[in-house]
């Protein structure tokens, strides 16, 4: 029986995290058989752990599990490429290694998709924490009142549609699909077509990839189906790419954000879209490095400051007329730095100002 979903895993080093993962998986209402799980190895040094656990999976779940063992490791976007080429199913979804899914996820998700025709559904991302806390990444709000959200009181279900793509002419932007802030592609169901029938891959050897990739896939939805349920749990830790200290690869996200600009041009719609494009830029590639340079360096680096700014001035030297700018608190103070000369020490006065606000925000929240 042909697989209705395929679910595609990377994993690299991550015996520890991984059995979590698995469970959640062979505890699907859908169905396990309903499911293809694509695991696979991105070449993971731990004395062949993480393989040990992929290929148990794999014999317990014969027509359900492909193994995948890549020789050279190519970061979660290679191991995302590798997954996509054994992908059978109707629609595609994608998980983090040490992450897991609630039971019902990918029968609720699957039903919507079904129900409305969707290209994408897309639920809710919670946050869990190693000493059992759990919030919501959005809000900061607390578990206890998030896991039922969604139900009789809430909203169940945002449903946006157009009869064009962007990409067949629609006059609309990717952000009018951005509902949650915490949802990822991790969150979200794709129709197959939209990836393997467009050509459409990760970026390899890099990390931030799906920065990348999740928003060109935008460009060619019609329709949107948003579920204010949460469904998928983050798992925090120190070893997670996305809050490890003092690693260069954070700088990766700058060489997306060019990538995705090439992208743009190379398919026409870079001069039609030219003011979102230029706000989603600098939103990404400036204002969100930013905060990783003063919030996750020990030593922020100022050359990456300085490289970020003259690549901004040169790329978009008017983005001050841009009509789309939200000109709000921190975002104005750290835009206004692109046009001043700072010196290394006003650099960092100017990062421990804006960390210090953006901690006095999140503690007022919570």
């Known amino acids: 029986m042909k ?13 520890e995290y991984l059995p979590d993962c698995l469970k959640s998986l062979e505890r699907q209402t859908i169905g396990i058989e309903k499911l293809q799980i694509i695991l696979v190895d991105d070449a993971s040094t731990d004395e062949g752990k993480t393989w040990r656990l992929i290929t148990e999976f794999e014999s317990r779940y014969p027509d359900s599990c492909v193994a995948v063992h890549l020789k050279e490791n190519r970061r979660q976007g290679g191991a995302m490429n590798a997954g996509l ?63 039922n959200a969604g139900g009789a009181d809430a909203q169940e279900e945002t449903l946006i549609t157009f009869e064009k793509s962007i990409m067949e002419g629609g006059a609309h932007w990717i952000t009018r699909f951005c509902i949650a802030e915490e949802s990822s592609m991790a969150t979200k169901l794709y129709r197959r077509e939209l990836i393997i029938d467009n050509g459409l891959s990760f970026p390899e050897k890099l990390r931030y990839e799906d920065n ?7 460009l060619y939805v019609k329709s949107f189906c948003h579920i204010s349920r949460y469904l998928y749990h983050y798992r925090q830790h120190g070893e997670s790419t996305m809050h490890k200290r003092n690693q260069r690869y954070h700088f990766d996200r700058l060489q997306i954000e060019l990538m995705k600009l090439a992208k743009y041009h190379e398919l026409g719609i870079a001069e039609r879209f030219h003011w979102q494009i230029e706000r989603d830029f600098l939103n990404m590639y400036y204002c969100n490095t930013l905060r990783i340079i003063w919030g996750l360096f020990d030593e922020p680096p100022y ?14 030297p008017d983005y001050k007329e841009n009509p789309y700018l939200q000109m709000e608190n921190i975002q104005t ?34």
């Open 85 to 147: 080429q054994y992908a059978e199913g109707e629609y595609i979804a994608f998980a983090a290694s040490d992450d897991w899914v609630d039971d019902d996820m990918y029968r609720t998700l699957y039903e919507y998709a079904k129900r409305r025709g969707c290209d994408i559904v897309d639920c809710r991302m919670q946050w869990e924490f190693p000493d059992g806390d759990a919030c919501s990444a959005d809000s900061g709000t607390a578990c206890s009142e998030t896991r």
């Open 303 to 316: 050359e990456i400051y300085l490289e970020m700014v003259k690549t901004v001035r040169k790329l978009f």
């Open 3 to 15: 697989p209705v979903i395929s679910v595609i895993v990377p994993c690299y080093n991550m015996s």
């Open 333 to 366: 103070v750290m835009l206004g730095l692109i046009e001043k000369d700072l010196g290394r020490e006003q650099f960092l006065a100017a990062g421990r100002m804006i960390i210090e606000y953006i901690n006095a925000g999140t503690e007022a929240e919570a």
């Open 212 to 218: 990348f990739l999740g928003d060109i896939i935008l």
